[in-house]
């Protein structure tokens, strides 16, 4: 697929989660937030397994317990309950929430590998399963926000 064919795609995808985006300059070379968000959204666009589904917008995640095991992650990374993910910086600019889904699109891959992998032992393979729906919750989460950073930039 050409890059023009799959920006189109994007764009279709994109109009139909925020309404109507003609009009914007989609230059990536530009440093501003318009097209940092822009090229984070592509950027997760153009790889159909990162993704996020319809479904994942919803409280799916929820549903199968991830809020409650994402307490326990942070608990048992941090006992104090001190400190942000050490992937978002406490500022929670748009340049580390992009970082952050990038890091988590790699840490999906390095569970679901693991889960594969552990295969003859349940107890991790469960736990590595978890980890890759946190993984997804989180994208969608940070999908949806940015889609609305987006929405508020457009508007103005």
Excluded at 50 to 76: A, C, D, H, M, N
Aim: proline share 2%.
């Amino acid at each position: 697929m050409e890059k023009v064919e799959a920006l189109d795609k994007f764009l279709q995808y994109t109009e139909s989660k925020i309404g109507t985006i003609k009009g914007i300059n989609y230059n990536t070379s530009d440093n501003t937030l318009e097209s940092k968000i822009l090229t984070a959204l592509y950027e997760i666009d153009t790889h159909s397994y990162f993704r996020p589904k319809s479904f994942e917008f919803s409280k799916f995640y929820e549903y199968l317990g991830v809020g409650i095991f994402k307490k326990l992650v942070t608990f048992f990374k941090n006992p104090s309950g001190e400190g942000d993910n050490y992937f978002i910086s406490k500022e929670r600019s748009v340049d580390s929430l992009i970082n952050f889904e990038k890091k988590t699109r790699n840490n999906e891959t390095i569970h679901a590998y693991a889960m594969a992998v552990s295969v003859c032992w349940p107890v991790v393979s469960v736990i590595n399963a978890y980890l890759v729906m946190l993984q997804r919750y989180n994208r969608a989460r940070i999908v949806k926000t940015l889609q609305e950073l987006l929405k508020e930039i457009i508007v103005k």
